[in-house]
Every structure is written in structure tokens, then in C-alpha cells.
């Protein structure tokens, strides 16, 4: 079979699950973890002969897919902030609208030097990282109760050769020192039980839960407890970035306003919806 045959009969099979744009970039990802190719070398050898092996192995990853799985996971790879992290189950997908909160920050600070950076529910890692790897001499500790996601941040951290510090601990537990910080950011988990219906099987059913969901009937809970350790451990003037369920950012912007932050801030997505909050601790 050559590689055109085969590129039709993925296309068809992965027609049912993906718009056409998700499709084609899915199509890349795996002629890349399975050849090694670029979209260039594709097209160059559309017309060559496809070996048994390679068919195997890239139809073993269009049957995941139709059940479910999400590329990342299969490929074991996620792009986030122009680098390659590592994720396996256990640890978020870097999602693009992160990578917003990421550019606000950078943006605000990239003239500052030596700023002690705190994130919180790290993940994968990325937020904690892209920050290291972009404000110069940055002092940056992420936390995250989830050992997995531990593992493979501190992983990622070493492959992209950045200076983080990561604990294991609990938000509602853990606490800084008082006025250490300059910058707490926090891509918490913000999904309430009722959404469930709504998403889809690949973020359900195959991201870990603790990194999705509020487990609290009141669905701004984690943002309370991140403005407990802000007015804590933050200096004054210090800056808190969080990425936001859209359902609750009018709450959670009317939340920070009452309790005496400054300078509070919704910004809004490239999808168009209301997904984070700035606030200024200035007392
Ligand atoms: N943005 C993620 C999603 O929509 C949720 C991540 C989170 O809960 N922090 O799947």
C-alpha cells in the first residue's frame, strides 16, 4: 500500500471524529511519532510504499482515537508555549487558551528580573515552566497534590532545562511564607459537576478528574482559597493570574473586588469567552 492509500483510508476513518482542520493536524502528529516526518516529507513521499509495520502502527492509533483518546496521550507529546512537553494519563493536556494566561504575565513583567513566581496546580507543568524559560532569573516554585503530575513536570522541567521548584501539597493545606511572592498564578480545576453532559469523551474520560473538576458545591472555591494565599504570601503590589471557568468569572472578579484587591481584571479568550482574572494586592 503507499502512503497516498493509506492517507485516504485515515482520512476516512478520522472524518467522523475531527472537523476537517483537526483532522489534517492530527494526520501530521502521527506521521511524525510514527516516520518521523514533517508535513514536507509527507508530500514528498505520498507516492512511496508504506511498510507493513508502519501501517500497524498508524492504524492502532486511528482505532484510539476513535474511542476517545486524546492524540496528546497516544503520542505522548503536547506543544505548549512554542516547546514539547512530555504527558501521559494523570497529568492535564496544555490547552491553548494557557498559553493567554502565560502571554498576559509575560507581558506585565517581562522588563522585571529575579520575581519569585508561584504556581499553583501546576500539571504538566507548562505554565511554571514557560514562565521560568521567559522572565529572566526568575525564582519559580509550582505546587500540585497529583504525584503523577509531579513526576512528569519535574521531567519536563529537566528535558527543557528549566528552574523550578515542585512540592507535593495540597492547596488547601499548603501555605508560603508571608510576603515572599511577586506573581501567584493558577490554572486551577474549575469544571462544575453539572458540565459534565457537555464534554467530550476525550476530556472526560481519559484526563485526570482531579485536574478538571471542583470537588465543592460552591464552584469558586479553589479562587477563594488562592485569595487566602495571596493575601498571605504575596508582596505588596504583588499580581494574581488565574484561568477561569466563563459560567463564574463575574463572580469570582466580584469575590476578589470585595475582599480589597486592586486593579481587577477579566480578560477575555481568543474563543471569546471571559476565562481570566488579574488582581493587584496592595495593602
Ligand atoms: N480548560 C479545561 C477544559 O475545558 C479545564 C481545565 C481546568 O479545569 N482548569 O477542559
Redesign the pocket.
Same mark, same amino acid.
Given at each position: 500500500m503507499t502512503v497516498r492509500e493509506e492517507l485516504i483510508e485515515v482520512r476516512k476513518r478520522l472524518g467522523g471524529i475531527f472537523d476537517r482542520r483537526e483532522r489534517e493536524a492530527v494526520i501530521l502528529l502521527i506521521f511524525s511519532h510514527v516516520k518521523g516526518w514533517s508535513r514536507v516529507d509527507l508530500i514528498i513521499n505520498e507516492g512511496k510504499e508504506l511498510s507493513d509495520f508502519a501501517k500497524q502502527e498508524i492504524d492502532g492509533i486511528v482505532d484510539r482515537l476513535i474511542l476517545g483518546e486524546p492524540i496528546q496521550y497516544i503520542t505522548g507529546r503536547a506543544r505548549f508555549y512554542g516547546m514539547d512537553f512530555n504527558v501521559g494519563p494523570g497529568v492535564?493536556i496544555p490547552?491553548p +487558551?494557557?498559553e493567554e494566561l502565560v502571554d498576559w504575565i509575560v507581558e506585565d513583567s517581562k522588563d522585571r528580573e529575579d520575581l519569585a513566581i508561584l504556581d499553583i496546580?501546576s500539571g504538566s507543568g507548562c505554565i511554571a515552566i514557560a514562565l521560568a524559560r521567559t522572565l529572566p532569573y526568575s525564582d519559580v516554585t509550582a505546587i500540585d497534590i497529583s504525584r503523577d503530575a509531579l513526576i512528569q513536570a519535574v521531567a519536563n522541567a529537566s528535558s527543557l532545562k528549566a528552574n523550578v521548584g515542585f512540592i507535593t501539597a495540597d492547596m488547601y493545606e499548603w501555605m508560603p511564607s508571608p510576603e515572599s511572592l511577586d506573581i501567584i498564578v493558577s =490554572? $486551577? $480545576?474549575?469544571?462544575a459537576p453539572d458540565e459534565v453532559a457537555d464534554?467530550e469523551v476525550r476530556?472526560k474520560d481519559f +484526563?485526570p478528574s482531579v485536574?478538571?473538576?471542583v470537588t465543592s458545591d460552591d464552584p469558586i472555591r479553589p479562587y477563594k482559597r488562592i485569595e487566602e494565599i495571596g493575601r498571605r504570601s504575596l508582596k505588596p503590589g504583588g499580581l494574581v493570574y488565574m +484561568?477561569l =471557568?466563563p459560567r463564574f468569572a463575574d463572580h469570582v472578579k466580584a469575590y476578589y473586588k470585595a475582599k480589597g484587591w486592586n486593579d481587577v481584571e477579566v480578560r477575555i479568550d481568543s474563543y471569546g469567552k471571559k476565562r481570566f482574572l488579574k488582581g493587584r494586592w496592595s495593602f
Open positions: 492535564l490547552r +487558551e494557557t496546580g =490554572n $486551577p $480545576p474549575y469544571i464534554m476530556v +484526563e485536574a478538571l473538576f +484561568e =471557568n
